[in-house]
């Protein structure tokens, strides 16, 4: 059995927390791991991860299939999550662990992710610039297990949070509809 149509792509977009489910509603996506990237610190904690000791930004890593699913169809999801005009951070998350960034796996998806950012910026959605990085993949290291599918095990304090954090608000705002 071959698996060369099974990819990863790699997106940070504030708490990781609340850019998992959007990714699991895809058919195609196999998985979506709540981790660290962007850092050069080697297996980093939440704890130092969270006191901007690593240089890591809290991200999601995807595993899909892309029989079913393509990495534009990725893009325009991960567009859809985040307010990509605020440099260090996302709603009430403050500090570069909460900055975004679109972290490619080849050329191939850096230039659909500069294509997609290019594209955006003409579309007139957003007043300011799209600040969003995007740079090469080195690593990804999977957060605690706690953090791991924290919508399905902490459902009320998930929906809390992500309310209270204004990112609902601001999605239905600007995209006119209410994203997962």
Same mark, same amino acid.
Request: aromatic content about 14%; overall charge negative; glycine content about 8%.
């Given at each position: @059995?071959?698996?060369?149509?099974?990819?990863? %792509?790699?997106?940070?977009?504030?708490?990781? *927390?609340? @850019?998992?489910?959007?990714?699991?509603?895809?058919? !195609?996506?196999? &998985?979506?791991?709540? !981790?660290? &990237?962007?850092?050069?610190?080697?297996?980093?904690? =939440?704890?130092?991860?969270?006191?901007?000791? /690593?240089?890591?930004?809290? &991200?999601?890593?995807?595993? =899909?299939?892309?029989?079913?699913?393509?990495?534009?169809? $990725?893009?325009?999801?991960?567009?859809?999550?985040?307010?990509?005009?605020?440099?260090?951070?996302?709603?009430?998350?403050? !500090? %570069?662990?909460?900055? /975004?960034?679109?972290?490619?796996?080849?050329?191939?998806?850096?230039?659909?992710?500069?294509?997609?950012?290019?594209? $955006?910026?003409?579309?007139?959605?957003? &007043?300011?610039?799209?600040?969003?990085?995007?740079?090469?993949?080195?690593?990804?290291?999977?957060?605690?297990?706690?953090?791991?599918?924290?919508?399905?095990?902490?459902?009320?304090?998930?929906?809390?949070?992500?309310?209270?954090? !204004?990112?609902?608000?601001?999605?239905?705002?600007? *995209?006119?509809?209410?994203?997962?």
């Amino acid at each position: @059995m071959t698996t060369d149509h099974i990819e990863l %792509a790699t997106f940070a977009g504030g708490c990781f *927390w609340c @850019m998992v489910p959007p990714f699991e509603a895809l058919d !195609g996506v196999i &998985s979506v791991v709540s !981790g660290y &990237s962007g850092g050069k610190e080697e297996n980093p904690t =939440y704890q130092e991860v969270s006191h901007g000791e /690593t240089g890591h930004t809290e &991200s999601v890593q995807i595993r =899909y299939d892309s029989r079913k699913v393509n990495y534009q169809q $990725l893009l325009d999801i991960y567009w859809h999550q985040i307010d990509p005009t605020t440099p260090n951070r996302q709603f009430v998350d403050r !500090g %570069a662990h909460y900055r /975004t960034a679109i972290f490619y796996h080849n050329d191939q998806q850096r230039q659909l992710a500069e294509a997609s950012k290019q594209a $955006l910026e003409k579309s007139g959605v957003f &007043s300011g610039p799209v600040v969003t990085e995007i740079a090469p993949f080195e690593r990804f290291y999977p957060a605690e297990e706690y953090h791991q599918e924290y919508h399905r095990k902490n459902p009320a304090h998930y929906k809390l949070y992500r309310y209270g954090s !204004g990112r609902d608000q601001f999605l239905e705002r600007v *995209w006119n509809k209410r994203k997962a």
